[in-house]
């Protein structure tokens, strides 16, 4: 009788030995899963954020420079981006560091530059971005001291800026200039490198010609 109490106690043991080990299995199961979950999602997450610097400016592709300027006399400025599309740098015609005067740059959820500073001698001025539905820029807001300045985009079908109109509102009057853009020229990559830009000055109509010197990464 003893004997098979003994039995009967060893077969219990070996049940519940059993019977944990399947429980710690599935505990250790259930962890590994919930870690795999947590992993899977902070990937997700970091896969979304993205830099979108090069449509500020009107560029796509893996732009390294762009060189900016018009027949009007005007310098030539020069932004440069990293590998991945993000605004680095900033150079005039002389070689004068400009980017150091880029401050505050923020940018939305989709990566593109939404605000920054840029600074004038003394003084600093706020610009303020604003997109489309489709990723273009449609307007771009200036505050100076005493003068708050804000252009507004227009593109036709095609995605190609046809017309901005820049409003200059001080305290006591409103000045609106209307730009018109066509006659564009592209390079391989489907930048612009070359457009005509009519504006009036005084009453008198200005025509110019807009130029890009654009280099890519390999």
Not at 108 to 114: C, L, P, Q, T, Y
Not at 160 to 179: H, P, R
Request: proline share 0%; with cysteine; glycine share 6%.
């Amino acid at each position: 009788m003893r004997m098979n109490k003994i039995i009967d106690m060893n077969k219990l043991l070996k049940i519940s030995g059993v019977v944990f080990s399947l429980l710690l299995l599935a505990v250790v199961s259930a962890t590994a899963q919930v870690k795999k979950k947590t992993i899977v999602r902070k990937t997700s997450v970091s896969q979304s954020v993205k830099v979108a610097d090069l449509s500020c400016f009107d560029l796509k592709g893996k732009v390294h420079t762009c060189v900016e300027w018009s027949n009007a006399g005007a310098g030539r400025n020069k932004r440069i981006f990293s590998s991945n599309g993000k605004w680095i740098g900033y150079r005039d015609d002389a070689g004068w560091n400009i980017w150091k005067n880029i401050s505050g740059l923020r940018r939305d959820a989709k990566g593109r530059i939404v605000f920054y500073r840029e600074k004038y001698e003394d003084s600093s001025t706020p610009r303020a971005i604003s997109y489309d539905s489709a990723g273009r820029v449609s307007k771009v807001e200036s505050v100076y001291d005493e003068e708050t300045d804000y252009t507004l985009y227009y593109y036709n079908s095609k995605g190609l800026l046809v017309k901005a109109v820049e409003k200059a509102v001080d305290m006591s009057e409103e000045n609106t200039t209307v730009y018109k853009y066509g006659d564009y020229e592209f390079d391989s990559h489907g930048n612009w490198t070359s457009r005509s830009c009519e504006f009036e000055v005084d009453g008198n109509s200005v025509m110019e010609t807009q130029m890009r010197n654009i280099t890519y990464y390999k």
